[in-house]
């Protein structure tokens, strides 16, 4: 049987922790700090609990998936860590077994973030919602809903589950405050999470995904097709299998992202503007850019170039046009960078070669908007013819390089990403016009 005398005197442990966060009165406060100065042991106990308020208030805060306290729950009773509970006693004593599992509490979830633990937790069933819709061939369109459900994990031997006839809509809270991944689904899309920052996708057309980190220690989303494993820390991409299930092909909007052939542990880095494509049981491709821009000779003409800018990839894409009428861009969209060699003489020393300033292109042909933009589909392109007389008149009977580089913004379902697309160089024999 318990002493009633010593049920009711505070744990000292308690103590010292009411006295670090503020909460006793000032006759209890001014006890506390003359046993803490008598006590050596008290002082270093205080020390340790300053210590872990410390840390604990450096972790990344963590907002809790459905289920999380009565999985810790069941896991703590199954331990033992309720077999002290003793119910029916004094106050005080229940606020010191109170206090003591907040701290267990705390300690578990501070170690499960940071890895440290020997053991797991039983993954969430529910990682998030899927909602469908009647199909669209337009990324982001708001269409009719059909119906909306939670969204589980399954396991090797569970089935996938498939989009069907209808475009799907999958929303992936993170684990971090406010913060949640959004995955865009084609139709006839298969595909199951066996965790939750894991998908295998068996077929069909991951539009857009919008990837956001994680909780602390759950690492990179993690997309397996039949041909490779696509790791994203953070960004927007595209995932598309072939309807013939040849290969895997992937588009990065935003960020980057790491491919991996299925049996490699060598990586390949994707990033924002450019694509890949993996065919099974080989590397993935070098990634180049999803645009490119060609230079060529206008053969009726001595002083035009034709400049045409060809979506090289594998999702649709929206480019600017050659005029800026709506002056949206502090630069001109289209620059032209030319360099030539000097006129060789044998008094005039060696020949040396000239770079002049980059000049901005306009297209000679009026009748053809060239103004705002334009959604180009993978295989077409944009073209247009600009006058290079001015250039030229002012310059040497020489070789002459151009090379035209667009700046325009990349936009397309992955997302929005800025870069720069250069052509080849064109060379031009000035010394037979």
Request: aromatic share 8%; hydrophobic share 35%.
């Given at each position: 049987?318990?002493?009633?005398?010593?049920?009711?005197?505070?744990?000292?442990?308690?103590q010292?922790?009411?006295?670090?966060?503020?909460?006793?009165?000032?006759?209890?406060?001014?006890?506390?700090?003359?046993?803490?100065?008598?006590?050596?042991?008290?002082?270093?106990?205080?020390?340790?609990?300053?210590?872990?308020?410390?840390?604990?208030?450096?972790?990344?805060?963590?907002?809790?998936?459905?289920?999380?306290?009565?999985?810790?729950?069941?896991?703590?009773?199954?331990?033992?860590?309720?077999?002290?509970?003793?119910?029916?006693?004094?106050?005080?004593?229940?606020?010191?077994?109170?206090?003591?599992?907040?701290?267990?509490?705390?300690?578990?979830?501070?170690?499960?973030?940071?890895?440290?633990?020997?053991?797991?937790?039983?993954?969430?069933?529910?990682?998030?919602?899927?909602?469908?819709?009647?199909?669209?061939?337009?990324?982001?369109?708001?269409?009719?809903?059909?119906?909306?459900?939670?969204?589980?994990?399954?396991?090797?031997?569970?089935?996938?589950?498939?989009?069907?006839?209808?475009?799907?809509?999958?929303?992936?809270?993170?684990?971090?405050?406010?913060?949640?991944?959004?995955?865009?689904?084609?139709?006839?899309t298969?595909?199951?999470?066996?965790?939750?920052?894991?998908?295998?996708?068996?077929?069909?057309?991951?539009?857009?995904?919008?990837?956001?980190?994680?909780?602390?220690?759950?690492?990179?989303?993690?997309?397996?097709?039949?041909?490779?494993?696509?790791?994203?820390?953070?960004?927007?991409?595209?995932?598309?299998?072939?309807?013939?299930?040849?290969?895997?092909?992937?588009?990065?909007?935003?960020?980057?992202?790491?491919?991996?052939?299925?049996?490699?542990?060598?990586?390949?880095?994707?990033?924002?503007?450019?694509?890949?494509?993996?065919?099974?049981?080989k590397l993935?491709?070098?990634?180049?850019?999803e645009?490119k821009?060609?230079?060529?000779?206008?053969?009726?003409?001595?002083?035009?170039?034709?400049?045409?800018?060809?979506?090289d990839?594998?999702?649709?894409?929206?480019?600017?046009?050659?005029?800026?009428?709506?002056?949206?861009?502090a630069q001109?969209?289209?620059?032209?960078?030319?360099?030539?060699?000097?006129?060789?003489?044998?008094?005039?020393?060696?020949?040396?070669?000239?770079?002049?300033?980059?000049?901005?292109?306009?297209?000679?042909?009026?009748?053809?908007?060239h103004?705002?933009?334009?959604?180009?589909?993978p295989?077409?392109?944009?073209?247009?013819?600009?006058?290079?007389?001015?250039?030229?008149?002012?310059?040497?009977?020489?070789?002459?390089?151009?090379?035209?580089?667009?700046?325009?913004?990349?936009?397309?379902?992955?997302?929005?990403?800025?870069?720069?697309?250069?052509?080849e160089?064109?060379?031009?024999?000035?010394?037979?016009?």
């Open positions: 049987m318990l002493d009633d005398e010593r049920v009711t005197q505070p744990l000292s442990g308690v010292l922790l009411s006295y670090t966060l503020g909460e006793l009165d000032s006759e209890a406060r001014k006890q506390m700090e003359k046993k803490i100065e008598s006590d050596p042991a008290m002082k270093s106990e205080l020390e340790e609990i300053r210590e872990h308020l410390r840390i604990h208030q450096q972790v990344r805060k963590v907002a809790p998936r459905r289920g999380s306290f009565d999985r810790l729950r069941a896991r703590m009773k199954k331990d033992g860590a309720f077999s002290g509970a003793v119910p029916g006693v004094h106050c005080m004593l229940r606020r010191a077994f109170t206090v003591a599992a907040l701290f267990g509490l705390g300690a578990i979830i501070t170690l499960i973030a940071v890895g440290s633990t020997g053991g797991s937790l039983a993954a969430p069933d529910v990682i998030g919602q899927i909602v469908y819709h009647n199909p669209s061939f337009t990324v982001g369109q708001s269409r009719a809903e059909v119906e909306r459900r939670e969204l589980t994990l399954k396991g090797p031997e569970d089935e996938p589950e498939s989009t069907g006839a209808y475009d799907a809509f999958i929303w992936l809270p993170t684990g971090v405050d406010n913060t949640y991944s959004t995955i865009e689904l084609a139709q006839n298969e595909f199951k999470f066996t965790a939750t920052r894991k998908v295998v996708v068996n077929r069909g057309f991951m539009r857009r995904l919008d990837i956001q980190p994680g909780g602390m220690g759950e690492g990179p989303f993690v997309v397996i097709t039949p041909h490779c494993q696509i790791q994203v820390d953070e960004g927007s991409l595209s995932i598309n299998i072939t309807r013939d299930g040849v290969e895997t092909q992937i588009s990065v909007g935003q960020g980057s992202a790491r491919v991996y052939g299925l049996d490699s542990d060598r990586s390949f880095p994707v990033p924002a503007g450019y694509c890949t494509s993996v065919e099974r049981a993935p491709n070098p990634a180049r850019p645009l821009l060609v230079l060529s000779r206008v053969t009726s003409s001595q002083s035009l170039v034709e400049a045409t800018l060809v979506n990839g594998y999702v649709p894409v929206k480019v600017r046009r050659a005029i800026d009428a709506d002056n949206v861009f001109p969209i289209y620059l032209l960078h030319y360099s030539y060699v000097s006129e060789y003489s044998p008094d005039g020393g060696a020949p040396e070669n000239v770079t002049r300033p980059p000049e901005p292109v306009t297209p000679v042909d009026r009748s053809q908007d103004t705002g933009e334009v959604w180009l589909e295989g077409q392109y944009y073209r247009f013819d600009f006058d290079i007389s001015p250039i030229l008149m002012s310059s040497p009977p020489v070789e002459h390089w151009l090379r035209l580089e667009y700046r325009g913004d990349l936009y397309g379902p992955p997302g929005q990403a800025h870069v720069r697309i250069e052509s160089n064109l060379k031009l024999d000035l010394r037979k016009r």
